[in-house]
């Protein structure tokens, strides 16, 4: 069965702190996503990979950075974690081209207190 | 930024009941698709539509994408408490490589 694996199901960090967040895939896509989900706010796109070591901005970026070192691995780091990034990250991946979906993992409730 | 609008936003309804959920842009879109996302899960892709006009059917779901590539509906017949969940759209414009998600509709199916 084909996935997208989040490394945590939960987490509760502190303010200030380091935070990495991992997905891995192992549908080698191409494409790697990650999107906050809010109430209210819907899925908003923070980053996107379509190629190893290659990243580009989504619409909320500020206050996040990837990695991709590899093609089935994408990982957001919140460099120094505040309340207001308190949230629901989804992880995604999908081949390249317009006809294709989006497989999502289960997603990581992060709390920052 | 191409935006897609669902309607409702929210939806209660008992089981057996008959739905339409809206999916609508001023935008036309090269392919159109259908996820649900239960609570504490990621969205499932439910369908992808890409021809003006198509229409598809997953047993009790239908989709159908408008003429002009623009707007989408998805209509669920005799509704059942698994059905309930959020339901998003997401369109790929024709330009570009990323999918535009809409706002979602919260549907609560009551047994």
């Known amino acids: 069965d084909v996935k997208v694996t989040q490394s945590s199901r939960y987490l509760v960090k502190r303010t200030g702190e380091k935070v990495f967040l991992e997905c891995v895939q192992d549908?080698?896509?191409?494409?790697m996503f990650w999107y906050r989900q809010d109430p209210g706010l819907g899925l908003r796109l923070i980053y996107f990979?379509?190629?190893?070591?290659?990243?580009e901005k989504g619409d909320i970026p500020e206050g996040y950075s990837v990695s991709r070192e590899k093609k089935e691995r994408f990982s957001l780091i919140l460099e120094s974690a505040s309340t207001n990034q308190t949230s629901m990250y989804l992880c995604?991946?999908?081949?390249?081209?317009?006809?294709?979906?989006?497989?999502f993992g289960s997603g990581t409730r992060l709390t920052v207190v | 930024t191409q935006l897609l609008e669902q309607s409702p936003q929210f939806l209660s309804i008992q089981e057996g009941e008959n739905l339409t959920v809206y999916c609508n842009s001023s935008?036309?879109?090269?392919?159109l698709q259908w996820y649900r996302q239960e609570p504490g899960e990621g969205p499932v892709l439910l369908v992808t539509?890409?021809?003006?006009?198509e229409v598809k059917k997953l047993k009790r779901l239908t989709f159908q994408f408008g003429d002009a590539r623009k707007d989408s509906s998805l209509h669920i017949t005799a509704a059942q408490p698994g059905d309930t969940g959020l339901y998003l759209c997401?369109?790929?414009?024709?330009?570009?490589?990323?999918?535009?998600f809409g706002g979602g509709t919260r549907l609560m199916v009551k047994p």
């Open positions: 995604a991946s999908s081949f390249q081209g317009r006809y294709y979906g989006y497989t």
């Open positions: 549908m080698d896509h191409e494409n």
């Open positions: 990979s379509y190629d190893v070591k290659m990243k």
């Open positions: 935008s036309v879109f090269s392919s």
């Open positions: 539509v890409v021809t003006g006009g």
């Open positions: 997401a369109g790929h414009p024709n330009a570009g490589n990323m999918l535009t």
